[in-house]
C-alpha cells in the first residue's frame, strides 16, 4: 500500500526566502506526482503534475522535482511571499489515477 | 485544465437525515470519478473510484450503504450521506478523469455539518 509522507509538516519563513518541501512515497511504481495547495477551508488548488518518465516541470517561482527510483519529490519555492501561505500537499497516482496524498506541509510566510 | 463543478460548497444538515452532493464535469467526459473525505487537520483519503454506468469501488473501513454513490452519465456523479451523523462531519471532494487522460480534476468541495 502506497503510503506518502511529507516533511516538514509545518514551516515558518520570513518573506523572501527559498525554501524547499520535501515528499517521500515508498511505492515507486507511480503513475504521476502532483502538488496541490490548499488554503484554510478551502478546495485544491494543482501547481504542478509530474509524469512518472519526467524529472521536474517548473511554473513561474515553482519547481517540482521527482527521483522515482528513491521515492522522493521536492517542491522549491522561490522568493517567497506572504500570499504564499497554505499547506501544500503531495500526492501520488496509481494507474486508474486516484491519488494518495501525503499529510502536508503548512507554510506561513512572515512579511 | 478541465472544469470540475461541486455542489453544495457547504451543507448543514440534522443528524439522522441524508445529503446529496453533487460532482459534475462541465467541459468534458468523466469516465472515472473519485470521491475523497478529509477530517479536519487531516489529509485526503480516497472514500471510492466511480466508473459510469457500473457500481462505485469503495475503499476498506467506507461503508457502501453509507456512502451512497451514482455515477450514471458521462458528467455527473453523486455521493449521498445517508443517515448522516456527526461524526460524518468533513469535507468531501471529488476528482474526475477522461480516458486516456493522465491528470484528474478536482471539485471545489463540499463542507458537511451535522448537527
Known amino acids: 500500500k502506497q503510503e506518502v509522507t511529507q516533511i516538514p509538516a509545518a514551516l515558518s519563513v520570513p518573506e523572501g526566502e527559498n525554501l524547499v518541501l520535501n515528499c517521500s512515497f515508498t511505492?515507486?511504481?507511480?503513475?504521476?506526482l502532483q502538488w496541490f495547495r490548499q488554503d484554510p477551508g478551502k478546495g485544491l488548488t494543482s501547481l504542478l503534475l509530474?509524469?512518472?518518465?519526467?524529472r521536474e516541470q517548473t511554473s513561474g517561482r515553482l519547481n517540482a522535482s521527482l527521483d522515482k527510483s528513491s521515492g522522493r519529490s521536492t517542491l522549491y519555492i522561490a522568493a517567497s511571499q506572504p500570499g504564499d501561505s497554505a499547506t501544500y500537499l503531495c500526492?501520488?497516482?496509481?494507474?486508474?489515477?486516484?491519488?494518495?496524498f501525503g499529510s502536508g506541509t503548512r507554510l506561513q510566510v512572515q512579511p | 485544465g478541465a472544469v470540475v463543478s461541486q455542489h453544495p460548497s457547504r451543507v448543514i444538515c440534522k443528524s439522522g437525515t441524508s445529503v446529496k452532493i453533487e460532482c459534475r464535469s462541465l467541459?468534458?467526459?468523466?469516465?472515472?470519478m473519485f470521491w475523497y473525505r478529509q477530517f479536519p487537520k487531516q489529509s485526503l483519503m480516497l472514500m471510492a473510484t466511480?466508473?459510469?454506468?457500473?457500481?462505485?469501488?469503495?475503499e476498506q473501513g467506507v461503508e457502501k450503504d453509507k456512502f451512497l454513490i451514482n455515477h450514471a452519465s458521462l458528467t455527473l456523479s453523486t455521493l449521498t450521506v445517508t443517515s448522516a451523523h456527526p461524526e460524518d462531519s468533513s469535507f468531501y471532494i471529488c476528482?474526475?478523469?477522461?480516458?486516456?487522460?493522465?491528470?484528474?480534476?478536482f471539485g471545489q468541495g463540499t463542507r458537511l455539518t451535522v448537527v
Open positions: 476528482s474526475a478523469s477522461s480516458e486516456g487522460s493522465t491528470e484528474a480534476f
Open positions: 511505492d515507486s511504481a507511480i503513475y504521476n
Open positions: 509530474i509524469q512518472s518518465s519526467q
Open positions: 500526492a501520488v497516482g496509481g494507474g486508474r489515477r486516484a491519488l494518495t
Open positions: 467541459d468534458f467526459q468523466a469516465t472515472t
Open positions: 466511480s466508473n459510469e454506468g457500473s457500481k462505485a469501488t469503495y
